[in-house]
């Protein structure tokens, strides 16, 4: 990951709180965010904008 991001993490982790809390987290609003976006059904496939593939998305 890029240091610039890192530091950024960093400052909003502050003092009281790792930086590994800060990536969960924002990885986890960042996934419940996509899959509001996606139609309610179990199969639905997602394109990758960037290379045009597809990848299944699945709940953890």
């Known amino acids: 990951m890029a240091e610039d991001i890192?530091?950024?993490i960093d400052?909003?982790?502050?003092e009281k709180q790792k930086r590994s809390a800060v990536i969960e987290t924002a990885l986890r609003?960042?996934?419940a965010r996509e899959e509001s976006k996606v139609p309610a059904d179990n199969g639905t496939e997602v394109v990758n904008k960037k290379g045009g593939s597809k990848a299944k998305?699945?709940?953890?």
Do not use: F, R
């Open 29 to 31: 609003e960042y996934i």
């Open 6 to 8: 890192l530091a950024k």
């Open 11 to 14: 400052v909003l982790a502050g």
């Open 57 to 60: 998305l699945t709940k953890v």
